[in-house]
């Protein structure tokens, strides 16, 4: 049944969005994916008159927002999840593991800062356009051009072993 707020038509949301939220929370965030991506449709529900177009970035943007909340208030969510047992979920395929790369990338992604990492992981594993990792970051496409491009030239140092913060240096050049 449509909705009548713009004609947003939220099953068919939920339905074609549902998985990309549901993966980029399970990326980020080891448990609760599932907790997590109910609340992203339930924040876009209340919210369902602001949603654009293409409504994807403006969803990883919700999620990125209810991630930091989570973070935040980890240790006591992790006791409890702990006592409630974690279920068998389907994992999305790992690529980097089929390349053998797996413990590589995760060590170069692990060397840069939290908003390079964000960046480039929602272009590449996410698969947003630089447009639109910009509307989920919250900047201009022209502000996340040139900050992909950095954070790829320190992911790339990162993988041939050079320190970031020499990368940092000479960018300020």
């Known amino acids: ?13 939920y339905r074609a969005h549902r998985d990309d939220i549901w993966r980029y929370l399970r990326r980020r965030a080891a448990s609760e994916p599932e907790d997590l991506t109910t609340e992203v449709f339930l924040v876009a529900w209340r919210r ?15 999620a990125r927002k209810l991630l930091a909340n989570h973070r935040r208030g980890g ?23 089929a390349f053998g790369v797996r413990d590589e ?16 992981l929602l272009v590449a594993w996410e698969g947003l356009s630089v447009a639109e990792a910009a509307t989920a970051l919250g900047c201009r496409s022209g502000t996340a051009a040139v900050r992909l491009h950095r954070a790829r030239r320190r992911l790339h140092a990162a993988l041939r072993g050079e320190t970031p913060a020499l990368m940092t240096a000479l960018e300020e050049r």
């Open 1 to 13: 049944m449509p909705d009548t707020n713009r004609g947003v038509d939220f099953d068919q949301l």
């Open 75 to 97: 240790a006591r969510r992790d006791a409890l999840a702990e006592r409630a047992g974690s279920h068998a979920v389907p994992t999305a395929p790992d690529h980097a593991e």
């Open 48 to 62: 369902r008159a602001e949603l654009p177009e293409a409504p994807l970035p403006y969803l990883y943007g919700i």
């Open 105 to 120: 990338l995760a060590r170069a992604l692990a060397a840069l800062g939290e908003a390079d990492r964000e960046l480039i």
